[in-house]
């Protein structure tokens, strides 16, 4: 069965900087495209980037462009999110999605605090 396992998150001050990770298993990686998503403390969970199959095209929600790049190793069946310039606002649960048949992973926390 499709399986996606994030990591990387943490506690990071302002201006700080994180890589998530997810990997994934139990489907063929390279035929799909793949998302990040957010959900912050009492607002909805949101669109933070979604990846083409082969990497090749990439958008962002407009609260994280320029700031975030997500990325993926389809060798190594994972897809990325490097975190730059983070700010409070950032803090939320990040979450990996298979788009196609509504996939997630659990969930990674990340908090943005001095």
């Known amino acids: 069965q499709v399986q996606l396992v994030e990591s990387g998150g943490g506690l990071v001050q302002p201006g700080g900087s994180l890589r998530l990770s997810c990997v994934a298993s139990?489907?063929?990686?390279?035929?799909?495209?793949m998302s990040w998503y957010r959900q912050g403390p009492r607002k909805e969970r949101e669109l933070v980037a979604t990846?083409?199959?082969?990497?090749?095209?990439?958008n962002y929600g407009a609260s994280v462009e320029g700031r975030f790049a997500i990325s993926r190793d389809n060798a190594k069946n994972t897809v990325y999110l490097q975190m730059n310039s983070l700010k409070p606002e950032d803090t939320a649960v990040y979450f990996c999605?298979?788009?196609?048949?509504?996939?997630w992973g659990q969930g990674t926390q990340v908090t943005v605090s001095s």
């Open positions: 999605r298979r788009p196609y048949g509504n996939h």
């Open positions: 139990g489907f063929t990686f390279s035929n799909y495209a």
């Open positions: 990846i083409t199959s082969a990497g090749g095209s990439t």
